[in-house]
C-alpha cells in the first residue's frame, strides 16, 4: 500500500468513528449532493502539481512534506497557509495527474482537514477562505469526492453544506475588497450547486454586488491598484461563471460587466512578456499563469488604456508598451501600498526596459521587513524623487501616510504619437512644488519621449534648493554603457535591439539596483539616475528612449 493510500485509510477510518463523523454530518437525514459540477478552464502549475504527487507543496520559497502537514497547527495566516486553507492547489494537482491518481492525494489532504476543522468554527472558518474552498472543492469534485467510502463523502458534502451556511451569515464580515468578493463567490457558488440552494442564488447576488461596488472602481480595477489582486478577482469572477454555465442558469448582466471590466483592466498592466508590471509591491508573476488565468476565464476584452480610476495609463504602439501610474496611492488602510505615482515601466516586445524594483507581493518570502518597506519607496520606482522623499508618506506602521492626494491627468492621441501628461501634489506641502510628468510615446514605438517639471504653487517656498533624482531601474539583464558626454548611456537588452537615452537639464549617473522577480528573487540590475538641484522657482529636465533600429 502506498503513502497516499495509507493516509487515506487512516482519515476514512477516523471519519468513519461514530462521534466525529455525527458531528460532521449533524442531523440531516437525507444524503447531500452537488446539483452540478462546473468546469475549471484554467490549466494549472504542473510543476507544483508534481510536487503534491512527490508529497511535497511548494510555494514561493517555502514548501512542507505532506507527510508532516498538520492543519490544525497550520493556523490560517500568511500566503503559505491561506493557500493551502483555501484548496486553490487542487487546480495544480489536476495539472499534473487525471482523477483516479490525483484523488488519492486530495482526498487525504481534504480528510485531514475535515479532521482538523470540520467540526468546529475556527480560524479556518474564516470568510474569504470559505468562499475559495468553495468555488475549488465544487469545480475538482471529482478529485475530492471520487472515494467510495460513505463515510468520507457525507462528512465532506455536509461540512460543505455548513460551510455555506456559515458564509451566507458572515459573508460581510470578510475585509472589504478581494476578500469579501471570494466570501461573496462562494455564497453565490453554493446556490447555484448544492440542493435546495436556487431558491437563496438572488439573495447571494446582491450580497456580490455590494461586495464588487465597493471594491471596484467603475473602469473594473480594484481600489487596492494591485494587479495580483486583479489578477486574482479575474479568476474568482471566471470560477463563477463556471458555475452558472453548470447548473443552467443565466449569469447577470450586472456581473457579467464586472467580470469583463475586471479583465481589461487586468490587460491594461501586463507587459510585452506576458507578465504583469509591478505596483504596490508585487512583481511580474509567473507570466504562463497570468496566460492560463486570462485564457481560461472564458471572458475577452480590450486592454484598458484610460483607466480615471484603476490608474494605470497605458501607452502601445507596434510592440511597445508603456504603463503609468497616473492616480494617488491606495487607501492608507490597505497595507501594501506605495509612493509611485507617476512612475512608469517600459517594454519593447517580449524584453523589458525600464521596471520598478516591484516586491515579494502575494507570494511567501524570506526578504527583510526593512527591503520589503524600501521597495514600496518612490525612489524604488522609475520616477522622479524630490529630496530624498517620498511622494507619498510610508509610516512605520506600514500604512501610508500624507502625500499625493490629487492627481491631474490630460491624454491625447494623434497621427504621429499619444501622450500623457499627469501632475501630482505629493511635494507640494513640504516643498511648495508640483510634479508634472508628460511621456510621449511615437506610433512607430521606437521613441519615447519625456520630460519631468517642478512648478511652484502656493506659499511654501524651499530657501534655497533641493536636491533631486529621477530614476528608471531597468530590466535585468541589460547592459548600460554611459556615453562621453555624460548626458547619454547605450542600453544593450538581452532579447531586444539597443536603445539609446538622452538627458537634458541635469547629469546622469549609472548606479547599482535591483528587482524582484515573478519567483520572488532578488535580482541585481542597474538604474540610470539624473539627479539635479530645483530652487523655488522650480524647474525641469528632458529625457528620451530610443530603439537604435
Not at 435 to 461: A, C, M, T
Request: net charge neutral; charged share 20%; glycine share 12%.
Amino acid at each position: 500500500m502506498s503513502a497516499a493510500d495509507a493516509a487515506r485509510s487512516e482519515i476514512v477510518g477516523k471519519l468513519a468513528r461514530g462521534s466525529l463523523l455525527s458531528r460532521l454530518i449533524g442531523s440531516r437525514k437525507s444524503p447531500l449532493r452537488l446539483t452540478a459540477v462546473p468546469r475549471d478552464h484554467v490549466d494549472g502549475n504542473r510543476a507544483r502539481g508534481d510536487a503534491l504527487l512527490a508529497g511535497r507543496f511548494v510555494l514561493g520559497s517555502e514548501a512542507v512534506p505532506l507527510a508532516d502537514l498538520d492543519f490544525a497547527a497550520l493556523g490560517a495566516d500568511g500566503p503559505f497557509a491561506e493557500s493551502l486553507q483555501g484548496f486553490s492547489w487542487l487546480r495544480d494537482l489536476a495539472a499534473a495527474a487525471g482523477r483516479e491518481k490525483g484523488a488519492k492525494v486530495a482526498e487525504a489532504l481534504v480528510g485531514r482537514w475535515l479532521v482538523a476543522h470540520g467540526t468546529r468554527i475556527d480560524e479556518a472558518w474564516a470568510p474569504e477562505l470559505w468562499g475559495e474552498r468553495i468555488l475549488f472543492w465544487t469545480a475538482y469534485a471529482p478529485y475530492v469526492l471520487s472515494s467510495r467510502e460513505s463515510g468520507y463523502r457525507s462528512a465532506l458534502l455536509n461540512t460543505l453544506a455548513r460551510g455555506a451556511r456559515h458564509l451566507d451569515a458572515n459573508a460581510d464580515k470578510a475585509p472589504a475588497g478581494l476578500p469579501r468578493i471570494t466570501a461573496w463567490a462562494g455564497v453565490v457558488a453554493a446556490a447555484l450547486l448544492i440542493q435546495g440552494g436556487l431558491p437563496r442564488v438572488a439573495r447571494s447576488e446582491a450580497g456580490l454586488m455590494r461586495a464588487l461596488a465597493a471594491a471596484q472602481f467603475e473602469d473594473g480595477g480594484l481600489m487596492s491598484r494591485s494587479p495580483e489582486e486583479q489578477l486574482l478577482l479575474v479568476d474568482r469572477l471566471g470560477l463563477l461563471r463556471a458555475a452558472y454555465f453548470a447548473a443552467k442558469q443565466t449569469l447577470p448582466d450586472l456581473l457579467e460587466s464586472a467580470a469583463a471590466a475586471a479583465l481589461a483592466a487586468l490587460h491594461g498592466v501586463t507587459m510585452g512578456d506576458g507578465g504583469l508590471s509591478s505596483w504596490q509591491g508585487g512583481n511580474p508573476g509567473d507570466p504562463a499563469r497570468v496566460a492560463a488565468l486570462i485564457e481560461g476565464c472564458g471572458l475577452r476584452a480590450r486592454p484598458l488604456r484610460q483607466a480615471r480610476g484603476w490608474g494605470y495609463h497605458r501607452l502601445s504602439a507596434l510592440g511597445t508598451i508603456l504603463v503609468m501610474d497616473a492616480a494617488p496611492p491606495p487607501p492608507p488602510k490597505m497595507l501594501a501600498g506605495s509612493a509611485s505615482t507617476l512612475a512608469f515601466e517600459l517594454s519593447d516586445g517580449a524584453q523589458r526596459i525600464v521596471v520598478n524594483c516591484g516586491g515579494p507581493g502575494l507570494l511567501p518570502h524570506h526578504l527583510p521587513h526593512e527591503l520589503v518597506q524600501a521597495l514600496r519607496t518612490t525612489a524604488a520606482h522609475s520616477t522622479l524623487t524630490l529630496d530624498d522623499t517620498n511622494s507619498t508618506a510610508i509610516l512605520d506602521d506600514g500604512s501610508l501616510g500624507k502625500g499625493v492626494s490629487d492627481v491631474v491627468i490630460d491624454r491625447s492621441e494623434d497621427n504621429d504619437s499619444s501622450r500623457v501628461t499627469a501632475s501630482h501634489d505629493g511635494y507640494l506641502r513640504g516643498f511648495g512644488l508640483l510634479h508634472q510628468r508628460s511621456i510621449v510615446l511615437g506610433n512607430d514605438g521606437k521613441e519615447v519621449r519625456g520630460n519631468d517639471q517642478l512648478l511652484p504653487k502656493g506659499r511654501k517656498k524651499i530657501r534655497e534648493s533641493a536636491p533631486f533624482a529621477i530614476r528608471f531601474h531597468l530590466a535585468p539583464g541589460i547592459e548600460a554603457t554611459a556615453t562621453a558626454d555624460g548626458m547619454g548611456a547605450i542600453l544593450r537588452p538581452p532579447g531586444a535591439p539597443p536603445w539609446n537615452f538622452r538627458c537634458r537639464g541635469a547629469m546622469l549617473s549609472i548606479e547599482e539596483s535591483l528587482h524582484v522577480s515573478g519567483a520572488g528573487e532578488v535580482i541585481p540590475t542597474l538604474q540610470l539616475a539624473v539627479v539635479g538641484e530645483v530652487s523655488a522657482l522650480g524647474g525641469q529636465t528632458a529625457w528620451q528612449f530610443r530603439r537604435s533600429s
